[in-house]
């Protein structure tokens, strides 16, 4: 299994106060032990708001402790360089990632930065976004090679746009069942699955910071129900190919 979603929280490391909040920690061991019995062998590790770009050396120090077949996703600074970018590639950075919940985004920086990154190391753009917004950034999404949407996309009011996603190559993260506004999950699951079964990725979102609850073990019960035969590409094979993990 490889969860394509989680945040380790250090407490070595710095934290930004994002909207008033700071996290709990929530370290490796945490994570191992929340994930028990679940067959976990990699996954990728996520800069969440409240870490900004001050979060990379936490990130790249869970990197290398979790090791082998486990990958990062981060921010950017607007003024990251191209050795920078090359640097973290080479550390196990696979995709940047914009927060377009919480934090302010200047669009084009948005745009130049993904681009680049994709052009310099073959990164993926990843938006934690709500789905109502995806269609004012059809000019962003229009000029980005590889995209990924966290949390299902938050919501079913942009459903029809994030399933065009979907259908121009774009990867829906199942994660955050317990963070998004979506009544039915196994109907979006099933709405997404049906357009493109290489879509899907699992994670599990842990800690699961401000939801209204962290991941349980039979959120897999509700993807199974959803996704049948292709479980195994979803719970893996799929985040595996799209972060360039090996099997």
């Known amino acids: 299994m490889f969860d394509a979603h989680v945040h380790i929280i250090d407490p070595r490391f710095p934290l930004v106060e994002n909207n008033g909040y700071l996290p709990d920690p929530f370290t490796i061991d945490d994570y191992h032990r929340r994930m028990v019995g679940l067959g976990v062998d990699g996954g990728a590790v996520v800069t969440a708001s409240y870490q900004g770009t001050l979060g990379r050396p936490g990130l790249l120090a869970a990197l290398e402790e979790l090791g082998e077949g486990w990958v990062g996703v981060t921010h950017l600074d607007p003024d990251a360089t191209d050795e920078d970018i090359v640097a973290l590639d080479r550390a196990g950075v696979r995709g940047v990632r914009f927060n377009l919940r919480r934090s302010a985004t200047d669009v084009q920086v948005l745009t130049s930065q993904a681009l680049r990154a994709h052009e310099l190391v073959g990164w993926h753009a990843e938006f934690y976004v709500d789905a109502t917004l995806l269609l004012s950034l059809e000019p962003v999404f229009a000029k980005l090679p590889a995209v990924s949407i966290d949390h299902l996309g938050m919501s079913t009011r942009g459903l029809s746009y994030l399933l065009n996603l979907v259908d121009r190559g774009a990867k829906v993260k199942a994660t955050g069942f317990g963070r998004a506004s979506i009544d039915d999950i196994g109907s979006v699951l099933r709405r997404i699955h049906a357009v493109n079964p290489k879509a899907l990725m699992f994670g ?44």
Not at 212 to 240: Q, T
Request: charged share 30%; aromatic share 6%.
């Open 204 to 247: 599990t979102d842990l800690p699961g910071t401000r939801a209204r609850r962290a991941f349980e073990a039979a959120d897999i019960d509700i993807i199974a129900d959803a996704v049948g035969d292709d479980l195994e590409a979803v719970l893996g094979g799929n985040a595996r190919e799209w972060y360039r993990c090996p099997p």
